[in-house]
């Protein structure tokens, strides 16, 4: 949630290295968590 915060509220000084990163990093892994939820 801080993370959305910050993209919402300031996204004047997001640094976008950071945030390609957590997409690259977390995004499959939550994908996959999602899709476990969603078939069971």
Same mark, same amino acid.
């Given at each position: 949630?801080?993370?959305?915060?910050?993209?919402?509220?300031?996204?004047? /000084? /997001?640094?976008?290295?950071?945030?390609?990163? /957590? /997409?690259?990093?977390?995004?499959?892994?939550l994908k996959e968590e999602v899709k476990v939820l969603l078939e069971s």
């Amino acid at each position: 949630m801080q993370f959305r915060n910050k993209i919402t509220h300031e996204y004047d /000084v /997001v640094d976008d290295v950071i945030t390609w990163a /957590v /997409v690259v990093n977390h995004l499959p892994t939550l994908k996959e968590e999602v899709k476990v939820l969603l078939e069971s």
